[in-house]
């Protein structure tokens, strides 16, 4: 299994202004994802984090809200830009090796937007 | 959209076994059936996957009918800890698409 780390826990912020959050990996992975978690709902995809190239984002997200860097296979980045108080969510990294095999979470950051 | 359909909610007594059932009729010949659990504040935690035999790990067995258009997950003797949200995914490749999932209550 793979050990990922997301950095910050939690966070509180102001609206307006942009938070990144980081995901490392102890090992190198082939794909990295972005999820969302809205108060009391299922997970949202946001992204398919592309190592060398730009993200795949899903319907209803686009990359000027949500930025995201994969510079190599164990690490991402995801920003959430000019927010507001609806962008209060726990956003959580996910890796895989794809078909057929399981894919793991992080921990979670819990975003307030205030 | 989530290819699955999972009962909102379920109670089970500590100590008696767990049975979650899902629905999946249309699933595909290649895809896999996946169960995550998502304890309150955590992330998803992966519990078991199943393509059609049945499967058993140190958490869990799955059960996956013949046809494959359901499955059960089986949490042998359910402890307070085992209460969290179940999802069952059903998917073909990452990424994994979530539904809503079953609240499990395990009650002392």
């Known amino acids: 299994s793979a050990v990922i780390s997301q950095k910050p826990s939690r966070d509180i912020c102001q609206r307006g202004t942009s938070l990144t959050i980081q995901c490392q990996v102890d090992?190198?992975?082939?794909?990295m994802f972005w999820y969302r978690q809205q108060p009391g709902q299922s997970l949202t995809l946001i992204a398919t984090?592309?190592?060398?190239?730009?993200?795949?984002?899903e319907s209803g997200f686009v990359i000027d809200k949500f930025p995201i860097s994969r510079p190599n296979l164990t690490f991402s980045t995801l920003t959430v830009s000019n927010m507001s108080p609806e962008d209060s969510s726990i956003y959580l990294c996910?890796?895989?090796?794809?078909?057929?095999?399981?894919?793991?979470f992080g921990q979670g950051t819990r975003l307030t937007v205030v | 959209d989530a290819k699955t359909t999972q009962p909102p909610s379920m109670d089970c007594a500590e100590g008696r076994a767990a049975n979650l059932p899902c629905n999946h009729s249309t699933i595909s010949g290649n895809e896999y059936v996946y169960w995550y659990r998502q304890i309150h504040s955590q992330g998803p935690q992966y519990i078991i996957h199943g393509l059609k035999n049945n499967e058993t790990n140190e958490m869990a067995s799955l059960i996956i009918t013949e046809d494959r258009k359901s499955s059960t997950l089986i949490l042998p003797h359910a402890t307070l800890r085992d209460t969290a949200v179940y999802y069952c995914i059903v998917s073909g490749n990452t990424p994994l698409v979530f539904g809503k999932g079953t609240r499990l209550s395990v009650i002392a």
């Open positions: 090992s190198q992975v082939t794909m």
């Open positions: 984090a592309n190592q060398g190239s730009e993200a795949t984002y």
């Open positions: 996910s890796v895989g090796q794809g078909a057929s095999t399981e894919a793991f």
